[in-house]
C-alpha cells in the first residue's frame, strides 16, 4: 500500500512540474491570433561599438521573429529589408501610418530601424506591440535614440528640420547593415518596399545611392532658380525616398571642391557643412546635392512615382512615369496631410491611418479613399486622383490573396 502511495505522490508531483513548465512556455510566447505565431524577445542592451566622432546612447531593443515554423522545418529566414526613418516632435501618429502603409503592402519580412526623440521611444514600442500577431510576424524593429557627433550634436539637430540630418549618420551607425531604404515620416507606400528594394540590382559598379530629382519641370523647379550652391543633375534631387548601399558609402572616397584628395563619408560631413552652412536652405538634402553633384556616377536616379509630392500636381500634373504607370510611393511634404491645403494627400493618410488591420481593404480602404478622392477634384492634384489608387489597387489585390492563404 505504501507503495502505491508514493507512485501516486511521485505521478502528482510530476503533474504539477509539467503545468508549470506548460505555463512558462505559454507565458514567454505571443501567439497570434492565427496560426502563425510570433515570438517576442528582448534582448539586453549593450554598448553597440559606434564609430567614432558619432554618440552611443541606449537603444532599446524590441524584436518580433518568426521563430516556430521556421524551427520545426528547420530553415533559415530569408534575410529582411531594411527600412530607416527619424521621427522628433510631433511626428509619432505620421511616422506609424507610414511604418504601417510599408508593413501591409510588403511581400518580404522587414527590419526596421526607428529614430526618434526619447519621448517617442515609448509610443512607438506600445503601438507596434499593439499590432495583431500575423502583422507583427512581418516585421522586426528597433527604437535607436538620436546621435550626432559628440563635437557638433547641436548644430547638426537644429539643421533644418529637428532631427532630419540624422539619415547622413546612417552609415557610420549601422555599420552591420548593407544597404537600406531611408524614407521621411511623411511618405506612404501604395506598393510594396520589395519594388523599391530591388532597385538595389540595379546599381552598376560605381552606384552607392539612388534618389528621385527634385522637380521634373525646370522652369518651375527651386535648385536650378533659387539655390546657391552646387546641386546635382539639373533640378537637383529630393531625400525624401533614398536608397542607401551602406558598405559603399562606407568604404568610398568622395571627391569634393576642398581637398584634392577624396574624402571618406565620415570626414565629408562637418567640412561640407561648415563651408555652406550660410548658403543652404533645405539641410542635409542640399548636403546631399552637393555631394552628388561632384560624385554623379555614384547615384542612381529613379522616375518620380517613387517620391511623389504636390509639387507633381500643384500646377498641373507633371510626373510622366506616375501618369503611366500610377504612383508608387506619395510623400506629404509640407504638412499637407495635416491640413486642407492639398486635400487629395490628406485622403490617403487619413485613409491608411484609420484602416483596421484584418479588414477587408476593399470596402475598409479602397473604395472609402476612392469616394473621398471624388471630393478633391476642384484642385489639380485632385482632377488626378486615379494616379493615387492605381497602384494601391494591386497592393490591396495582393493583401486579400495573402489574407486567404493564411
Known sequence: MRRYMRALMLCMVFAVFSGLYVYSKLFYSDVSAGRNGAKKILIPLRASGARRGVTDKNAHWYIMRQQAQLEAAGTRPEPPMHLAVVACGERLEETLTMIKSAVLFSVKRLHLHIFAEDQLHAGFIEALES?????????????????????????????????????????????????????????????????????????????????????????????????????????????????????????????????????????????????????????????????????????????????????????????????????YILHGNRGVYHDYKQPAFRAVYEAIKKYTFGTDPVTSLLEPLEEELLKTTHTYCGKSHTLFTKRLRDSVAKINRKTQER
Not at 518620380?304 to 501618369?323: K, V
Open 131 to 327: 499590432w495583431p500577431g500575423f502583422i507583427r510576424y512581418r516585421f522586426n524593429y528597433r527604437v535607436y535614440s538620436i546621435r550626432f557627433p559628440n563635437e557638433n550634436a547641436a548644430e547638426w539637430k537644429k539643421l533644418f528640420k529637428p532631427c532630419a540630418s540624422q539619415r547622413l549618420f546612417l552609415p557610420l551607425i549601422l555599420k552591420d547593415v548593407d544597404s537600406i531604404v531611408y524614407v521621411d515620416s511623411d511618405i506612404l507606400f501604395l506598393q510594396p518596399v520589395d519594388l523599391l528594394w530591388r532597385l538595389l540590382s540595379d546599381f552598376n559598379s560605381s552606384q552607392l545611392a539612388a534618389m528621385a530629382p527634385e522637380h521634373e519641370e525646370p522652369r518651375i523647379a527651386w535648385y536650378n532658380r533659387f539655390a546657391r550652391h552646387p546641386f546635382y543633375g539639373r533640378t537637383g534631387i529630393n531625400s525624401g525616398v533614398m536608397l542607401m548601399n551602406l558598405t559603399r558609402m562606407r568604404s568610398m572616397f568622395f571627391k569634393n571642391d576642398m581637398t584634392s584628395v577624396g574624402l571618406r563619408w565620415e570626414e565629408l560631413l562637418m567640412p561640407l557643412l561648415q563651408k555652406y552652412k550660410l548658403n543652404i536652405t533645405w539641410g542635409d538634402q542640399d548636403l546631399l546635392n552637393i555631394i552628388f553633384h561632384y560624385n554623379p556616377e555614384s547615384l542612381l536616379e529613379f522616375p518620380c512615382q517613387w517620391n511623389y509630392r504636390p509639387d507633381h500636381c500643384i500646377y498641373g500634373s507633371n510626373c510622366a512615369s506616375a501618369e503611366e504607370d500610377g504612383i
